[in-house]
């Protein structure tokens, strides 16, 4: 039987940038009735980003638009049996657990999963921008805060629960990762590395205006005594009043006279 819409049944065969990000968005806002059923969703005002993923994967097929939500759905039991080598399950919002990503593309399959259940907004009570991500699956939220730790330095961050009980008496947990105001630029420094990449415009604008870096005294790298006075020497500093001044402008270096 021909097939009615086009995609390329191997795009989870082989690692990219985009392929680890729309991998990462649909760990989040996707599904998969585990045989022959690959979907994502979005709200309607990020329709853009659901065009983009199906060029990315040479798909023509539609987007179908339910109340503030459009989606689209791609019937490739290839594609299928992928995602499930990869770590994805059906039914995973409280089970699914987090998948083994080569180092080389863990950043865009992160920046994925931010742009589905992560979110970013600004306190202003402490005058920053703080980061969130939740998830129904524990061991999900834990794995993914060890390897947010393992992959950035000075990120902590910390885990919270959310515990509701439905109209039908069942009781619901979230799990909620929350980083604070440097932790959340240096998650932006993580995620953002390359150009022309798969990204929900909205959320990298809001990362972007997080602010720069504090690098702490525990981060810093200091040079040993010889070196320092080797380095010094190079940029034609003299004194120490030289040396303040040239670190106020940046690490700019002019000509000084006597």
């Known amino acids: 039987m021909k097939r009615k819409y086009k995609v390329n049944d191997l795009f989870f065969k082989r690692?990219?940038?985009?392929?680890?990000?729309?991998?990462?968005?649909?760990?989040?806002?996707?599904?998969?009735?585990?045989?022959?059923?690959?979907?994502?969703?979005?709200?309607?005002?990020?329709?853009?980003?659901?065009i983009n993923i199906l060029k990315e994967m040479g798909s023509n097929n539609p987007l179908h638009l339910d109340k503030n939500?459009?989606?689209?759905?791609?019937?490739?039991?290839?594609?299928v049996s992928d995602i499930l080598k990869l770590g994805g399950c059906s039914r995973k919002s409280l089970v699914v657990d987090f998948p083994k990503i080569p180092r080389k593309y863990l950043s865009s399959?992160?920046?994925?999963?931010?742009d589905g259940?992560?979110?970013?907004s600004y306190n202003k009570h402490a005058k920053g921008y703080f980061s969130y991500f939740t998830s129904g699956s524990k061991r999900f939220i834990y794995k993914f805060h060890s390897v947010l730790k393992d992959n950035i330095i000075g990120l902590k961050g910390c885990i919270c629960y959310d515990c509701r009980q439905m109209?039908?008496?069942k009781q619901?947990?979230?799990?909620?990762?929350?980083?604070?105001?440097?932790?959340?630029?240096?998650?932006r420094e993580f995620i953002y590395k390359g150009k022309d990449q798969l990204r929900l415009d909205r959320k990298h604008n809001r990362f972007v205006n997080a602010g720069k870096v504090n690098v702490c005294c525990r981060d810093k790298i200091y040079l040993n005594f010889n070196d320092a006075k080797i380095y010094v020497g190079k940029l034609g500093l003299k004194s120490l009043s030289e040396w303040k001044e040239y670190?106020?402008?940046?690490?700019q270096t002019r000509k000084y006279t006597n």
């Open 109 to 114: 399959f992160i920046r994925g999963l931010w």
């Open 167 to 169: 109209p039908s008496g």
């Open 15 to 50: 690692w990219s940038n985009n392929m680890a990000y729309i991998l990462g968005l649909w760990f989040t806002d996707g599904n998969t009735d585990g045989v022959s059923d690959f979907s994502i969703s979005q709200h309607k005002r990020d329709k853009y980003i659901l």
């Open 69 to 79: 939500n459009y989606s689209f759905r791609i019937y490739s039991k290839e594609i």
């Open 247 to 251: 670190c106020k402008r940046g690490g």
């Open 172 to 187: 619901t947990v979230t799990y909620n990762l929350k980083l604070g105001i440097n932790e959340t630029r240096r998650l």
């Open 117 to 120: 259940d992560g979110s970013i």
